[in-house]
Every structure is written in structure tokens, then in C-alpha cells.
């Protein structure tokens, strides 16, 4: 009898190894087939950067939220380069953009993007925080340059009902805190500075700021051993056609004239219509949220500075990233973030609604003053020298908060994305 049962038992245990073998051999074999050996290392070794080109894509499921739970992380893992097989040169700069859901506007960046001068040597990263098939579809169509999609995890469409989403047993923005805790709603402890409590849809774009550095940092495997330039942007930009020609010629500007310099501003606010002007001009001066949030690029160097302050980013009660940032500079960090700033803008706003403008959206506006623009710019393009036309201490400029940010399941979230990605 006792021998039966062991040998039961070894029967078992032999069925369990033959299925993991199969299981591990099937694993193998599906990455041979997605990896070919002609991008192998010596001896076959598969390096990471060459496992992220050639990864196979799979398809986004949008029918439920547990299918897009699953794509995200999926896609995230994976992270499929698409137009690989087109461009294998070294890329000589990075852009991302941070999408939301304004489709009419990600048009006019994508063709701004696909008449920019040099622009095969742009890696483009779309970081998204909502999942549609008419955006994806957009980006999918992309020919000029290698794409990659990255998306935000803990997304409020991925998360309806249910914290970081805004839950049906949260308290009202409005209600006071007495009211809160006699209701006994589940942030009654937490209201801002103000007296309010968050509301997702805007805490949710400096969430998706702060994790989108952190991945794109230190989880994209095709940027390992990249050491330029980041340029960060948003879905209702519009870059210039000599966008990379002046990128490549402020770098070597910072060089010479602000070596100390934390920022590249290559985008600014002002609509003043004196481009021919201002176009081969730039500015030194402290980093600013209301003048430089626009076309922001930085190195990885920069990124470890701002990084060091995770704590007082994410518990700091704004919830704006930008206004943040400018809080942090000169403050946890020691010293003020600088800036070198172009006078002549090379990327638009062309964003006429969102979370800060009300009214409907109007794309056919913002695309009249952008060809106005660029008949404006034209012949002021390329600059064949850039200067440095004014310089201006760079001090912290400390500004009134504004609130929106004081739950504290908020700030655990933030802190926790260097180390859950």
C-alpha cells in the first residue's frame, strides 16, 4: 500500500515536470519566433534594447475595463517599437507626449511631427491616460519615425469606480469637513487647502506626469544608455518644421553660454507676433511654470535632481505638475532650476479647451493661427547662429498653491511609482 502511494506520488510529480518542461519549451520557442538571430548578440545572447525593436504587438482590448487593465500592462511590458524595421539608425532625441482625449489636437501635432525637417531621428513616446480605438488608430499610422505607446496604469477610465478614479463613496468636493465626517465618507479626513476634496479628473494629469518620468526614465529599455535630450509635450502642441535644427543648436548653445543650465525651453506663451525678431534669440532666467512648460527638455541628470524630490512633489497641495515643479525650485531643490529659453517659440499651444478652458473645443481656430504663424516664421527658419539676448537671475519664485491635491491616498499613489511601475 505504502508503495503505491509513492509511486502515485512520483507519477504526479513526473506529469508536473514534463508540463513545465513543454510549458518553458513553448516559451522558448515563441521568443526564437519573435526574436530572429540576425539581431542577436555573440553567441546568440538577446541584448534588451534589441529584445524592445523586434517585440511583437499585441492587440489593445477595449471592450471591457479588465481587457484594458490587461492590454496596459501587456503593452507596457513589451513595449513594441513600431517602424523599427524602417529606421535602424541611432535616434538623436526623444519626445514625449502625454495624450489625454482630445484626438482633433493630436491631428495637428502628428502633422506638425510629419513635416518636421530630420524628423527619422526623433524616437516618439505617446504616453496615454485614456484608451480609444480612434486615437490608437491615429498613432498606428504613423510612417516618419519609430513610435512607441506607454500607458498610465492607474488610469481613472481603468479605475470608474474605485480609487484613483473617483469612487460613488467619496466625499463631495464642496462639502465641508464637518459635513464629511458626519456623512463618514471615505476621504472625510483629508479636504485640501481650501477646504476641498479631489476630484480625479484633475488630480489625474499630474499623476500621470510624475509616473511618466519615472518610466520613461528608467523603464524604457530602447533608451538604455541614452544620454541626451527628453523633450516633453502635449497633445495640443504643433512643432515648427526646424524644430530639430534649433534643438540640436541650443544644445550646443547651453555648451558654450549656460552650462549650468537645467532646461531647455524650446516653447514659450507669447503671442506677440515678433518671431522674425526673437527667432534665433534666447533668454537665461529661472524656470517658470506660466512661460516654461512648453516644449521642456531636459537629460537624465536633471531627471535624478527632480527625483530626489519625490516626497515633496507628491504631498505638495497643487494639482498641477508645473506649479510644482516651480515649488520645488529653490526650495527642496537647493538650488533654482534655469532655464535657457527660446524668445522665438518653436512649439505652439494650440489648445483651446481641456481642464482649464471651458467652452467647446474649436481645432479649426487653433489650426488658422497656427498657419498664420507659420507664414509669419518662414523665412526667419534655420537660423544658421543662436544668442543668448538676455540673462536673468534664477531665484525661486514662490506663488499662492492651488489646493486640489490633499488626499493622502493621492500622495502614497505618487511616492510609490519609482518603485511600482
Same mark, same amino acid.
Given at each position: 500500500?505504502?508503495?503505491?502511494? #509513492?509511486? @502515485?506520488? $512520483?507519477?504526479?510529480? !513526473? *506529469?508536473?515536470?514534463? %508540463?513545465?518542461?513543454?510549458?518553458?519549451?513553448?516559451?522558448?520557442?515563441?521568443?526564437?519566433?519573435?526574436?530572429?538571430?540576425?539581431?542577436?548578440?555573440?553567441?546568440?545572447?538577446?541584448?534588451?534594447?534589441?529584445?524592445?525593436?523586434?517585440?511583437?504587438?499585441?492587440?489593445?482590448?477595449?471592450?471591457?475595463?479588465?481587457?484594458?487593465?490587461?492590454?496596459?500592462?501587456?503593452?507596457?511590458?513589451?513595449?513594441?517599437?513600431?517602424?523599427?524595421?524602417?529606421?535602424?539608425?541611432?535616434?538623436?532625441?526623444?519626445?514625449?507626449?502625454?495624450? #489625454?482625449? @482630445?484626438? $482633433?489636437?493630436?491631428? !495637428? *501635432?502628428?502633422?506638425? %511631427?510629419?513635416?518636421?525637417?530630420?524628423?527619422?531621428?526623433?524616437?516618439?513616446?505617446?504616453?496615454?491616460?485614456?484608451?480609444?480605438?480612434?486615437?490608437?488608430?491615429?498613432?498606428?499610422?504613423?510612417?516618419?519615425?519609430?513610435?512607441?505607446?506607454?500607458?498610465?496604469?492607474?488610469?481613472?477610465?481603468?479605475?470608474?469606480?474605485?480609487?484613483?478614479?473617483?469612487?460613488?463613496?467619496?466625499?463631495?468636493?464642496?462639502?465641508?469637513?464637518?459635513?464629511?465626517?458626519?456623512?463618514?465618507?471615505?476621504?472625510?479626513?483629508?479636504?485640501?487647502?481650501?477646504?476641498?476634496?479631489?476630484?480625479?479628473?484633475?488630480?489625474?494629469?499630474?499623476?500621470?506626469?510624475?509616473?511618466?518620468?519615472?518610466?520613461?526614465?528608467?523603464?524604457?529599455?530602447?533608451?538604455?544608455?541614452?544620454?541626451?535630450?527628453?523633450?516633453?509635450?502635449?497633445?495640443?502642441?504643433?512643432?515648427?518644421?526646424?524644430?530639430?535644427?534649433?534643438?540640436?543648436?541650443?544644445?550646443?548653445?547651453?555648451?558654450?553660454?549656460?552650462?549650468?543650465?537645467?532646461?531647455?525651453?524650446?516653447?514659450?506663451?507669447?503671442?506677440?507676433?515678433?518671431?522674425?525678431?526673437?527667432?534665433?534669440?534666447?533668454?537665461?532666467?529661472?524656470?517658470?511654470?506660466?512661460?516654461?512648460?512648453?516644449?521642456?527638455?531636459?537629460?537624465?541628470?536633471?531627471?535624478?535632481?527632480?527625483?530626489?524630490?519625490?516626497?515633496?512633489?507628491?504631498?505638495?497641495?497643487?494639482?498641477?505638475?508645473?506649479?510644482?515643479?516651480?515649488?520645488?525650485?529653490?526650495?527642496?531643490?537647493?538650488?533654482?532650476?534655469?532655464?535657457?529659453?527660446?524668445?522665438?517659440?518653436?512649439?505652439?499651444?494650440?489648445?483651446?479647451?481641456?481642464?482649464?478652458?471651458?467652452?467647446?473645443?474649436?481645432?479649426?481656430?487653433?489650426?488658422?493661427?497656427?498657419?498664420?504663424?507659420?507664414?509669419?516664421?518662414?523665412?526667419?527658419?534655420?537660423?544658421?547662429?543662436?544668442?543668448?539676448?538676455?540673462?536673468?537671475?534664477?531665484?525661486?519664485?514662490?506663488?499662492?498653491?492651488?489646493?486640489?491635491?490633499?488626499?493622502?491616498?493621492?500622495?502614497?499613489?505618487?511616492?510609490?511609482?519609482?518603485?511600482?511601475?
Amino acid at each position: 500500500m505504502r508503495f503505491k502511494i #509513492h509511486k @502515485r506520488n $512520483a507519477i504526479a510529480v !513526473l *506529469l508536473i515536470a514534463i %508540463l513545465t518542461l513543454t510549458f518553458m519549451y513553448l516559451i522558448r520557442k515563441n521568443n526564437s519566433n519573435v526574436i530572429g538571430s540576425k539581431d542577436s548578440g555573440k553567441d546568440g545572447v538577446i541584448l534588451p534594447y534589441q529584445s524592445t525593436q523586434i517585440a511583437t504587438k499585441s492587440k489593445f482590448q477595449y471592450d471591457t475595463v479588465f481587457n484594458m487593465k490587461r492590454s496596459v500592462y501587456d503593452g507596457n511590458y513589451r513595449q513594441f517599437i513600431q517602424n523599427s524595421d524602417q529606421f535602424t539608425a541611432d535616434f538623436q532625441v526623444v519626445l514625449v507626449v502625454q495624450v #489625454h482625449n @482630445r484626438p $482633433a489636437y493630436l491631428k !495637428l *501635432l502628428l502633422d506638425s %511631427l510629419s513635416k518636421a525637417s530630420d524628423v527619422q531621428n526623433f524616437l516618439l513616446i505617446f504616453s496615454h491616460d485614456y484608451f480609444s480605438e480612434e486615437i490608437n488608430s491615429m498613432i498606428q499610422g504613423i510612417r516618419f519615425c519609430r513610435v512607441l505607446q506607454i500607458y498610465f496604469p492607474y488610469s481613472a477610465q481603468l479605475y470608474p469606480n474605485e480609487f484613483p478614479g473617483q469612487d460613488p463613496r467619496d466625499c463631495p468636493r464642496d462639502i465641508s469637513k464637518e459635513e464629511a465626517m458626519k456623512k463618514g465618507c471615505l476621504n472625510a479626513e483629508c479636504p485640501d487647502s481650501y477646504g476641498h476634496y479631489r476630484e480625479a479628473s484633475f488630480t489625474q494629469t499630474k499623476h500621470h506626469w510624475w509616473w511618466k518620468l519615472h518610466f520613461v526614465w528608467e523603464r524604457v529599455r530602447i533608451m538604455q544608455g541614452y544620454s541626451g535630450y527628453v523633450v516633453f509635450m502635449e497633445e495640443d502642441n504643433y512643432i515648427l518644421p526646424d524644430f530639430y535644427h534649433y534643438l540640436k543648436a541650443t544644445v550646443e548653445l547651453k555648451k558654450r553660454e549656460c552650462p549650468t543650465c537645467d532646461v531647455l525651453a524650446l516653447g514659450n506663451h507669447d503671442a506677440s507676433g515678433r518671431f522674425e525678431e526673437f527667432s534665433n534669440k534666447l533668454e537665461v532666467t529661472g524656470w517658470l511654470s506660466t512661460k516654461h512648460n512648453i516644449g521642456m527638455s531636459f537629460t537624465k541628470e536633471v531627471y535624478y535632481k527632480l527625483m530626489g524630490c519625490n516626497g515633496e512633489f507628491c504631498s505638495y497641495d497643487d494639482y498641477n505638475w508645473d506649479w510644482t515643479l516651480q515649488h520645488l525650485s529653490g526650495t527642496c531643490i537647493s538650488t533654482a532650476l534655469k532655464a535657457l529659453a527660446s524668445r522665438g517659440s518653436r512649439v505652439l499651444h494650440t489648445g483651446n479647451c481641456g481642464l482649464h478652458q471651458k467652452g467647446a473645443c474649436r481645432p479649426e481656430t487653433a489650426m488658422q493661427h497656427v498657419e498664420d504663424m507659420l507664414r509669419v516664421a518662414k523665412p526667419s527658419l534655420f537660423p544658421q547662429q543662436l544668442a543668448v539676448s538676455r540673462l536673468e537671475a534664477a531665484e525661486h519664485k514662490a506663488h499662492v498653491k492651488n489646493g486640489g491635491w490633499g488626499d493622502i491616498r493621492d500622495h502614497a499613489l505618487c511616492k510609490n511609482y519609482g518603485k511600482v511601475l
